[in-house]
């Protein structure tokens, strides 16, 4: 058998967020100014928090499904428990996302998807893409400046042709077990019945300005007087119900085609304030597109697989894994907790690997890999190389590397931020695995609503995925980002689907990812390393404090790391930040139990503390 590739939340809201990140683009005039501006370096967090909730893992004898929500994985599981497979429960586990987590994903978006049937890992790419009226300036300002973030994603302006459904579909023509049709009905009854408005849900619309003003989601996720409904309100979405039973019948051509589309079209080109370029013709032309995903051998028993750009999820991944030698507990961890010597070199390799981001990464469509093949970025050579620019002090800022014979032109990409995803993970009782990370890019999205045109109440979130786009499409001396917005492209992502194998004899071990924005890599770094190196299950990794670099400031989540550590990673010249850091990590592994020579395999699901997570299974 082969494997190949075939609740602290945050009271400034979006719009202070917005001055503050304005602010920062001027040069610092005084020591505060200066601070406010390396903390720009520091991307804003795509979801703020919404407590903290204890889980223990959950083990399971034969199929089991982990989501952000508990009604989304038990969608999963009763397709799973009809005797479907792995990708129609994942599906089905989607399609509640998009009710009952509207501020992350769902149908008006886009995914990436790797699928393992025992044979093959398959990548499947459903990411948004520019209209074909769009160019690179759209978010530039009469003068030349860029947008600031809030300016571009509210509105029509930010919303790209939505993936997920021509996607899923696809997928499901090539592994799906049950028919589509009765992968919808769950959520159809979800939306027809009510399901509670969660704590979480309720957080995210206390924290945002902008979305009570849009005609149809202002009724529904809001009072008379303007006020988010209160926890526990029973919502029914009858104008999603019609548009899912459209797509049941009619295939993703129902959504791409048709009544819904010219809906989708009419509310981005007619937003009162931020109309967009979206056609009906950008709908109907968009195709789903296999990848070749990148698998990655990492220590000695480990193959990593996960999506390629335009992701540049997996090659980040895999470079700062690359750089980091094998640590145990005892070298890496001081009472538990990664210690100041070990996170220096972390953040030092994550910078590396992120100023290789910035440069090169970007729909492979549009724009080469560097020395002909992606893979370059994490030849062993090369991150050795890279890996000796890692000091016993922090190194800075880092510059990006040069894995092939030939110098690139293209300009680095600024820091911006990157927003609202979901992950979902699921094996079904033949071994079958999905890694689903799926997203509408800020929470709400683009703040613009869609009834599909029924008329009826509810509906679903548009993206605002443009805005993954550089904001400013090239530096002071002209010179173009890889990841600037052309017509027809993709926008660089940070999602990390990951599929993880045995190398020695092949066997499917792990499916796991995380939301988080351009910290999607660093959630997932984590859990690797404290699943391999440190003897932890995937519960307790994604329960460990999250770390970050971006190539500027270290990042601490807040309040979880001892002073002593703050104080030693300041002593090697690291400028801590420290900030809650959200992530919403799910996976699931395998186990096995009982005695030698008559092993019987298990399955293992995690879901992170910092979210409303579950797994589900038998």
């Keep these: ?41 520091v991307p804003a967090q795509p979801e703020g928090p919404s407590g903290w909730h204890q889980k223990p893992g ?10 952000a929500h508990p009604l989304a994985a038990q969608a999963g ?97 090539q592994h799906g077990v049950l028919p589509w049709a009765r992968l919808f009905e769950p959520t159809i009854r979800l939306c027809e019945q009510g399901f509670e408005l969660s704590p979480r849900m309720h957080a995210m619309l206390m924290g945002d300005s902008h979305l009570a003003r849009d005609p149809v989601a202002g009724k529904y996720f809001f009072s008379p007087d303007g006020q988010p409904l209160p926890i526990g309100t029973l919502l029914r979405n009858p104008a ?45 032309a968009y195709r789903p597109r296999a990848r070749e995903a990148i698998c990655t051998d990492w220590r000695e028993s480990w193959r ?57 990464i970007a729909d492979p469509d549009f724009v080469a890999a560097p020395a002909g093949d992606w893979r370059s970025l994490l030849a062993p050579d090369y991150l050795q190389e890279r890996a000796a620019l890692i000091g016993q ?13 030939l110098r690139v032109s293209f300009a680095p990409q600024a820091i911006q931020p990157e927003y609202g995803t979901s992950h979902l993970s699921v094996v079904d009782g033949q071994g079958r695995a999905v890694a689903l990370t799926t997203t509408i890019e800020s929470v709400f999205g683009a703040r613009i609503m869609s009834d599909g045109g029924t008329g009826l109440a509810g509906g679903f979130m548009l993206n605002n995925q443009l805005t993954d786009f550089a904001l400013n499409p090239r530096d002071a001396a002209g010179r173009p980002v890889a990841n600037r917005l052309e017509p027809g492209k993709r926008p660089r992502s940070s999602m990390s689907p990951t599929l993880v194998f045995d190398r020695r004899d092949g066997r499917f071990l792990m499916s796991l990812g995380a939301p988080g924005g351009s910290a999607i890599i660093h959630f997932v770094a984590k859990s690797l ?22 190539n500027g400031p270290t990042v601490l989540e807040k309040d979880l790391f001892p002073a002593s550590t703050v104080a030693g990673l300041r002593a090697l010249g690291h400028e801590v930040v420290e900030r809650d850091l959200t992530s919403g990590f799910h996976g699931i592994e395998r186990r096995e139990s009982g005695p030698a020579g008559a092993k019987k395999s298990l399955w293992f699901g995690a879901a992170d503390p910092r979210r409303e997570g579950v797994v589900r299974g038998e």
């Design 58 to 67: 959950w083990t399971l004898q034969r199929f089991a499904v982990a989501a």
């Design 393 to 405: 002090r922090s190194s800075g800022v880092a510059k990006a590397g040069q894995p092939g014979p």
């Design 240 to 284: 999603l119900a019609q548009v899912l039973r459209q797509i049941a019948a009619g295939g993703a051509d129902a959504f791409m085609r048709g009544p819904v589309a010219a809906d989708i079209v009419r509310r981005v080109r007619s937003h009162p304030s931020n109309p967009g370029l979206l056609s009906e013709a950008d709908l109907a």
């Design 1 to 41: 058998m082969s494997i190949t590739a075939v609740f602290r939340f945050n009271p400034l809201g979006l719009a202070a967020l917005s001055l503050f990140l304005t602010a920062c683009q001027a040069p610092p005039s005084t020591p505060e100014a200066g601070a406010a501006t390396r903390a720009a370096a």
């Design 529 to 550: 390393i404290a699943r391999h190196d440190w003897g932890l299950d995937l519960q307790q990794g994604t329960a460990l404090p999250n770390f970050a670099a971006f």
């Design 304 to 360: 990593v697989c996960g999506f390629p750009p335009p992701s540049s999820g997996h090659l980040t991944v895999m470079q700062i894994l690359g750089m980091l030698p094998q640590q145990s507990p005892a070298q890496a961890l001081d009472a538990g907790l990664p210690n100041a010597a070990w996170l220096n070199r972390y953040a030092q390799a994550a910078n590396l690997a992120y100023a290789d981001r910035a440069q090169y």
């Design 77 to 173: 599981y009763e397709i799973l428990k009809a005797g479907g497979s792995a990708l129609d429960a994942a599906i089905a586990t989607q399609l509640a996302l998009t009710l009952v987590e509207p501020q992350s994903s769902g149908i008006g978006g886009g995914a990436f998807l790797m699928h393992w049937d025992g044979q093959q890992v398959l990548a499947l790419d459903g990411r948004e893409t520019a209209p074909a009226a769009a160019d690179e300036k759209l978010f530039l300002l009469p003068d030349g400046k860029p947008m600031n973030y809030v300016q571009a994603v509210v509105g029509g302006r930010s919303v790209g042709t939505p993936g997920l459904l021509p996607m899923l579909e696809q997928a499901h023509r």
